[in-house]
T-cell receptor, first 112, second 115 residues
């Protein structure tokens, strides 16, 4: 079946540091890939997505590139802010987008 | 435009009871899906509805059920509650269920505690 593996957290960074959160996947079909973010006390919000190989999704300074050869979709940001503190989920869909397979989530804490 | 609304925000129940959670999707959205979020299992897909029909179901026991009304509002029901049902239940809506690239809009969830 489909699965998503994310790096374990929490990840603690100082403000303006570089961020990488690793995500790899296995899928029976050709998946679309997503990063969702969950701020404290809130539901998930779509951060970015990519629908085919070599696509780069980007939003709010975050980027991730769909790498079919390594089955990866790593999230990066050049300079994190305290407001980026949240839990980040990598996810995929091979059927309808309503049925997502999520990774376990990576908690990011950014300090001054 | 109002977001996805879930009620109630918090629920406390005891083992053996049943519970009903409600979700109102974004206006115009016809697809509603439900997820269970726990620290141990993470986010797991429960089921999805489109135009009042269940189109997909996850690997949960029959105690978990749902329905969708003609106005696209959805409810999920859990009968004979167990301690392990304690979780954050998230509802998500989207316009077009058929596309795998569709963006999901999530509500803030209902936090269920089973004592």
């Amino acid at each position: 079946g489909d699965s998503v593996t994310q790096m374990e957290g929490p990840v603690t960074l100082s403000e303006e540091a570089f961020l990488t959160i690793n995500c790899t996947y296995t899928a029976t079909g050709y998946p679309s890939l997503f990063w969702y973010v969950q701020y404290p006390g809130e539901g998930l919000q779509l951060l970015l997505k990519a629908t085919k190989a070599d696509d780069k999704g980007s939003n709010k300074g975050f980027e991730a590139t769909y790498r079919k050869e390594t089955t990866s979709f790593h999230l990066e940001k050049g300079s994190v802010q305290v407001s980026d503190s949240a839990v980040y989920f990598c996810a995929l869909s091979t059927g309808t987008a309503s049925k997502l397979t999520f990774g376990t989530g990576t908690r990011l804490q950014v300090t001054l | 435009k109002a977001g996805v609304t879930q009620t109630p925000r918090y629920l406390i129940k005891t083992r053996g009871q049943q519970v009903t959670l409600s979700c109102s999707p974004i206006s115009g959205h016809r697809s509603v899906s439900w997820y269970q979020q726990t620290p141990g299992q993470g986010l797991q897909f429960l089921f999805e509805y489109f135009s009042e029909t269940q189109r997909n179901k996850g690997n949960f026991p029959g105690r978990f059920s749902g329905r969708q009304f003609s106005n696209s509002r959805s409810e999920m029901n859990v009968s004979t509650l167990e301690l392990g049902d304690s979780a954050l239940y998230l509802c998500a809506s989207s316009f077009n269920q058929q596309s795998r690239n569709e963006k999901l809009f999530f509500g803030s969830g209902t936090q269920l505690s089973v004592l």
